[in-house]
């Protein structure tokens, strides 16, 4: 069996139009996902504990955030936090910092990233504390933002999460 010249014309066609449909289809996949990643996206904090010596006290937090959807394309920059103390109904700041991969990190589909926070406390953040944890056990939980590279650009959605101590 020949092939003549327009059944190849035909047939590169065939393979063009595949091919283009292929890499249009799997981007617009992908983009189909994107405000479900958004919206999905979770922090947690596995492990928050204080280490008291005479002169500070030292918070160690641990935040896990992953992306738990398929979608590809979120980058993890940094995390703004604040430690804060349940005080009838006010929160009371105790201390805020930031943390952060060295450079930014993808948050690949079905991934998470580990991230360690650290707060020192000392003079007055530190009397405060001393303060609340010689009335009880205070009830700890952690604000902030993730910082975020998108399609949108940079993002920031907040994030207040109760804690509970773990020494």
Do not use: C
């Not at 992908?30 to 979770?42: F, G, I, M, Q, R």
């Not at 430690?83 to 929160?91: K, T, V, W």
């Not at 580990?114 to 609340?132: H, P, S």
Request: glycine residues 8%; negative net charge.
């Amino acid at each position: 069996m020949k092939i003549n010249s327009r059944q190849i014309l035909i047939l590169s066609l065939v393979l063009v139009t595949v091919g283009t449909w292929t890499y249009l289809l799997l981007p617009t996949a992908n983009s189909t996902y994107y405000y479900k990643a958004l919206e999905d996206l979770t922090i947690q904090i596995p492990k928050f504990t204080t280490t008291s010596t005479s002169s500070n006290v030292t918070i160690m937090i641990t935040f896990n955030v992953s992306n738990p959807t398929p979608y590809v394309g979120l980058t993890l920059a940094s995390i703004s936090f604040q430690a804060l103390i349940q005080n009838g109904s006010i929160d009371e700041v105790i201390g805020s910092s930031g943390t952060g991969p060295p450079e930014p990190v993808p948050l690949k589909p079905f991934s998470y990233h580990i991230l360690e926070g650290t707060l020192v406390l000392t003079g007055g953040n530190m009397a405060q504390y001393e303060r609340f944890v010689a009335q009880g056990s205070p009830e700890w939980h952690v604000g902030g933002t993730i910082d975020l590279w998108a399609r949108d650009g940079f993002l920031s959605p907040q994030f207040d999460i109760p804690v509970t101590m773990s020494m």
